[in-house]
């Protein structure tokens, strides 16, 4: 008897808090089907747009692939069809170009599920770079984002009243994204910024029942990263591998399933997880579990965050040593 007081006692508070924050959560969740649906991918043509692109059409909706290079596009269609026997539309278009974009939207037709994942990443440190290449990843990862939420939203907003169900805007970050990382100034701007952009038109579309997802993958084998890799500072390198490298399959699969849950921070691995508990800030979150992991956890995420910065110092501080002594 007193052994199940202190037990009901003990498990008073958390319970309390469980209640608490379910009845708190905001959003409320939802439920967004992909089947006979139109969604819509940028950068479609290859890694992880391509997988995202593949999953989708695999789930039953109707995919749209848009990206510059018509040849890649081709290539990605004739691919999409072997893995699936489905037919996808594709658009060239450059993000970049707001009349393009909203031409390709428009000919592509009201989009249920728009899912923003266009990028490019040149790591190089600050004092490296060209300015031209600073302005050229926020161009096309940050402007680009907005260029295709303008074209797309007003019709999306519309068919989500017609029929009632709810549809999802999704953006592609980074890990970079949600960490400053040594050689990526100008892409962890690009990706930080997409945040906040996604914050904020949350608030902004929640009436109209659309859905932000933002993801956050780690290193992702795709031709881009193979391209990446080539050039990457090596401190770049040694920070980025504190987290796992993924395939492109399995972050479409996280990003597939993140969104047709609502989820606002998508992680795609462990270490990703543990991340965006660090980083919850003040984002929505719709999972009352997930938000009891974000209150317990706050204080140990700190700590190990500070643990992981140590090391990332550290690191920097043993580069530059030995580089003086060579
Ligand atoms: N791979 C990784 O390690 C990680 C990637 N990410 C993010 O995931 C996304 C996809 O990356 P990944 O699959 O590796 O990239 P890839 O380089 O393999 O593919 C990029 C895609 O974006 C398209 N694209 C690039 N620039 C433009 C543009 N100006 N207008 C229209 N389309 C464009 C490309 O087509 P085309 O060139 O023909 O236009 C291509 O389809 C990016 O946003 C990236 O930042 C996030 C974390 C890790
Ligand atoms: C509190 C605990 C924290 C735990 C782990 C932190 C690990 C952070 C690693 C950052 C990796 C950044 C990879 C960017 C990949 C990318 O976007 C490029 N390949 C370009 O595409």
Not at 163 to 171: E, F, M
Request: charged share 20%.
């Amino acid at each position: 008897m007193a052994s199940c007081l202190v037990l009901l006692a003990l498990s008073v508070p958390p319970v309390g808090l469980l209640l608490a924050l379910a009845v708190l959560v905001r959003p409320r969740p939802v439920r967004i089907p992909l089947k006979g649906r139109h969604v819509l991918i940028t950068g479609g043509s290859s890694g992880i747009g391509l997988a995202l692109a593949r999953s989708a059409a695999a789930e039953g909706a109707r995919v749209s692939i848009l990206a510059r290079n018509a040849a890649r596009l081709e290539e990605a269609r004739d691919a999409i069809r072997r893995a699936t026997g489905c037919d996808v539309s594709a658009f060239s278009a450059d993000v970049r170009d707001a009349d393009a974009v909203a031409r390709a939207v428009e000919a592509a037709g009201t989009v249920d599920v728009l899912v923003c994942n266009h990028g490019v990443f040149v790591p190089q440190e600050l004092e490296k770079q060209e300015l031209e290449e600073v302005r050229f990843m926020v161009d096309v990862n940050l402007m680009g984002t907005f260029n295709l939420i303008k074209a797309a939203l007003p019709a999306m907003k519309q068919r989500a009243r017609d029929t009632g169900l709810p549809a999802s805007i999704a953006i592609m970050s980074s890990q970079a994204g949600q960490v400053g990382v040594y050689g990526y100034t100008a892409y962890s701007a690009s990706k930080f910024a997409l945040r906040g952009l996604g914050e904020a038109l949350q608030h902004e579309v929640i009436a109209d029942n659309i859905h932000v997802s933002l993801i956050f993958p780690p290193d992702t084998e795709t031709p881009g990263f193979a391209e990446e890799h080539k050039r990457r500072p090596e401190l770049t390198n040694m920070i980025a591998g504190s987290s796992g490298e993924m395939k492109a399959d399995d972050v479409a699969r996280k990003a597939l399933d993140g969104i047709k849950v609502g989820k606002f921070i998508v992680p795609c691995n462990f270490e990703g997880t543990m991340l965006s508990i660090a980083t919850a800030g003040l984002s929505p979150q719709r999972s009352f579990l997930g938000a009891l992991f974000e209150v317990l956890g706050a204080s140990f995420m700190r700590f190990l965050g500070l643990c992981f910065q140590w090391n990332w110092f550290t690191t920097i501080e043993k580069w530059h040593a030995k580089k003086k002594r060579a």
